[in-house]
C-alpha cells in the first residue's frame, strides 16, 4: 500500500483512466460550465431552462436560460466583491430553490468550490463539515439564517452568513468586467464541489468533484438516454446531493433542455406535474416508489404520453417493489448504481430493453440488476487482492474512469485505501453476468462497508453509536439496519442500560 501523497496522487489518477504519458485526454471541450451556460443562453435565449414549483408556500418561477444566465452573472459579480477567489469554498444551507442552483453555476464561472449542506442534518455534523470544508462563506434560506449564524460561530474559517436576500435580483444583465477572472479560463481540472458521506467509522469524508467530473457523468448521462433539448427533466430529490445537482440540474443544462425543480416530493402533485409539465424522465429512490405505490393514485385523468420512465437509485431496490410499480402504473423503471465518490451514475438498465428481459435481469438472479457499464467509465468485481473475478463470483464493486473523485479531501489515509489497487474501491459487494451480447449485467449483494442505507440516505452506525452512548443511563448502544417496506432499511439500536437507571425506551 502506498504511504506517500504522491503514490496516492498517482493511483487516483490512474484510477481516473487518463493516460499514463503526454497529455490527459479530456473528452469534454468546454473549459468549465459557466462556458456551457453562455452558449446556451445565447443559442437559445428564451428557451425555459428552469421551472420552480413550491407547492408548500404555493410558490412557482420560470427562468429562461437568458434570464438564469443573468441571475448567474449578477451572482458571479456579487462573489468576488466579497473578495472570493479561484479555489476558495463558500457553503449552501437551503432545501431545493432557484437560488442555490444560481450560486453553483456561479461558482463554476469562477473556479470556486461549493459545500451544499443537507439542512435535515443535525447542527454538529453541518459546523464539522463547515471547518473541514474550509468554507469562508455561508449562503442560507432567509428562513434558515438564524440557524446558519450558529452554525458559524461554531465554525471559525466561515467569516460572513448571508442568505438570499442579500443577493442581488439579476433582473437585468451584468457586465462580467466586473470578475477579476477571465471568461475562458480553464477550470475543468478546477475542485467545483464539495459533498460530504458517511464514513464507517469517525467523522464525514469530503468528497471532491471537479468541474470535469461534472461535465463529463452528465455528458454520459445524455448519451446513455438520449437527451436532446425536447426531454424535460424533472428533480424532486435534493440538490445538496449529486444525483439531484448532476443528474438533473447539469444535465439538462448540458442537453440544452429544460428542468422543472421541486421544492421536494409531494405524492399529491407528483403525477400531476409530471403529465402538466411534460417531463420524460425523473430520477428517483425506491422510497418514493414506495409512497407512490401506497397512494395509489389513478392515473387516468393524466396525460403521461410524453413520460419514458423512472431513473432509480441510492438505494436498495426490492424485487417485489419494482414488479409492484411496473404492474400497477405501466411505466418502466430503470434501476441504476453510482455514487458521490464516482460522481453520479456509472451504469443503469438501458432504455428500450424489452419488459421480459428487464424482468429477467430484475428477478432472475436474486437480486435486481444496476444495469450496464456508461460510457468513460469501467466497472469490474476484484477480490481483496484487486485480482478480477469472474462472472458468478462475488467480490467488491471497483470503478474507475473520467467519474472518479478528485480524492478525499484532507484524507490521505482514506484515499491510499480506497485507491490502493487504482480504481476506486467502492466498498459494496457484488458479482456481474453477461447477456447474450457478452455485455456485463452487474448486481449489489451486500455492503463491505457497514453503512446503513435509510432511503437512499447513507448512515454511519460507529456515529449513531457515539450518540447512545452519550445518553446517561445507557451503558451499551449498537447501531444497527433492519428491512424496511419504505426506505428499503431503517436504523435500530440495541441498548444496555445501566443498572438501576430509569432511561426509557423512547
Known amino acids: 500500500m502506498p504511504n506517500d501523497a504522491r503514490s496516492t496522487r498517482e493511483l487516483i489518477r490512474a484510477a481516473h483512466g487518463y493516460a499514463d504519458t503526454g497529455p490527459d485526454v479530456l473528452r469534454v471541450s468546454y473549459h468549465s460550465l459557466g462556458a456551457v451556460l453562455r452558449d446556451r443562453a445565447a443559442a437559445q435565449p428564451d428557451a425555459v431552462f428552469l421551472k420552480y414549483f413550491d407547492d408548500d408556500a404555493g410558490e412557482s418561477a420560470v427562468w429562461s436560460y437568458r434570464q438564469f444566465a443573468q441571475h448567474v452573472d449578477a ?4 462573489l468576488t466583491g466579497l473578495g472570493l477567489q479561484a479555489g476558495d469554498c463558500f457553503a449552501t444551507l437551503s432545501n431545493n430553490h ?9 461558482a463554476w464561472k469562477l473556479g470556486l468550490i461549493v459545500a451544499p449542506q443537507n439542512v435535515s ?5 453541518i459546523a464539522f463539515i463547515l471547518r473541514d470544508a474550509e468554507a469562508k462563506l455561508l449562503i442560507a434560506h432567509p428562513a434558515l439564517r438564524n440557524r446558519a449564524q450558529r452554525l458559524a460561530a461554531d465554525a471559525s474559517q466561515v467569516k460572513q452568513v448571508l442568505s438570499f436576500d442579500d443577493m442581488p435580483s439579476g433582473d437585468t444583465s451584468v457586465s462580467l468586467a466586473a470578475l477579476a477572472t477571465p471568461a475562458e479560463a480553464d477550470y475543468r481540472r478546477q475542485p467545483a464541489l464539495l459533498v460530504y458521506t458517511s464514513g464507517t467509522t469517525g467523522h464525514p469524508k469530503g468528497v471532491l468533484l ?3 467530473n461534472l ?4 455528458t454520459g448521462i445524455i448519451a446513455w438516454h438520449g437527451l436532446d433539448a425536447h426531454t424535460r427533466l424533472m428533480c424532486v ?3 445538496h446531493h449529486v444525483n439531484g445537482i448532476v443528474v438533473t440540474l447539469i444535465t439538462a443544462l448540458m442537453a440544452g433542455t429544460s428542468l422543472v425543480l421541486n421544492r421536494g416530493f409531494k405524492v399529491s402533485t407528483f403525477w400531476k406535474r409530471l403529465s402538466e409539465e411534460g417531463v420524460a424522465i425523473v430520477s428517483v429512490v425506491p422510497t418514493i416508489l414506495q409512497f407512490l405505490c401506497e397512494a395509489d393514485e389513478d392515473l387516468s385523468a393524466h396525460d403521461l404520453s410524453r413520460f419514458h420512465y423512472f431513473l432509480c437509485g441510492a438505494g436498495t431496490l426490492p424485487v417485489s417493489l419494482v414488479d409492484r410499480f411496473e404492474t400497477r402504473f405501466g411505466v418502466p423503471v430503470l434501476h441504476g448504481y453510482g455514487l458521490s465518490e464516482t460522481t453520479a451514475f456509472t451504469c443503469a438498465m438501458p432504455p428500450g430493453m424489452d419488459v421480459a428481459s428487464r424482468r429477467h435481469l430484475y428477478a432472475h438472479f436474486g437480486y435486481p440488476s444496476i444495469g450496464t457499464v456508461f460510457p468513460h467509465c469501467e466497472m469490474a468485481i476484484h477480490d481483496p487482492d484487486g485480482r478480477d473475478l469472474a462472472r458468478g463470483e462475488r467480490g467488491e464493486i471497483v470503478i474507475r474512469g473520467h467519474y472518479i473523485m478528485d480524492g478525499y479531501f484532507h484524507r490521505p489515509d482514506a484515499n491510499a485505501e480506497t485507491f490502493k489497487h487504482a480504481w476506486f474501491r467502492s466498498g459494496d459487494e457484488g458479482f456481474f453476468e453477461t447477456d447474450e451480447q457478452g455485455r456485463p449485467y452487474y448486481f449489489i449483494t451486500g455492503r463491505l462497508k457497514e453503512l446503513i442505507n435509510r432511503g437512499g440516505v ?3 452506525p460507529f456515529e449513531i453509536e457515539e ?3 452519550s445518553i446517561p443511563g445507557v451503558s451499551v448502544g449498537l447501531a444497527i439496519a433492519f428491512d424496511n417496506d419504505w426506505y428499503g432499511e431503517e436504523v435500530g439500536a440495541y441498548v444496555v442500560r445501566v443498572a438501576g437507571s430509569a432511561v426509557t425506551e423512547a
Not at 432557484?98 to 456561479?106: H, N, S, T, Y
Not at 461535465?215 to 452528465?218: C, F, G, H, V
Open 215 to 218: 461535465m463529463i457523468n452528465a
Open 210 to 212: 471537479t468541474q470535469y
Open 121 to 125: 442534518e443535525d447542527d454538529a455534523r
Open 467 to 469: 450518540v447512545l452512548l
Open 98 to 106: 432557484p437560488v442555490p442552483a444560481v450560486l453553483l453555476f456561479a
Open 237 to 239: 430529490l435534493p440538490i
Open 458 to 460: 447513507k448512515y454511519s
Open 75 to 78: 451572482a458571479a459579480v456579487f
